[in-house]
């Protein structure tokens, strides 16, 4: 039985190929760039801005950063983790102690 329901499949299976191969022809990717608002906001000074300011803003706008809601400590590693792990941000384990104690010091929850 197997034997001959297996002609039928490779049959039925190769009918189909085609109109897959043809679906995959008509992908095309390209780059596209992305214009980024300039922003003019800065970190504000305190232990650890110019951490925050070397880590952050090569992804971030001080802007975005600072108009996150206020989060306690634990979230801003969370968020700092999210950041290294996640994203793959290039921030040293060193540094991402101090930038959650900036970030806590300026947009801590009370």
Known sequence: ?????????????????PCGAQTA??????????DLPFGDRKFPDGPGSDTAAGNCLACHSAGMVLNEAAMWKPQWRAEVEKMREAYKAPIDPKDAETIVNYLFAIKGAR
């Open 1 to 17: 039985m197997f034997r001959m329901t297996l002609p039928v499949v490779f049959v039925i299976v190769s009918a189909f190929m």
């Open 25 to 34: 022809d008509r992908l095309v990717l390209k780059s596209v760039s992305v």
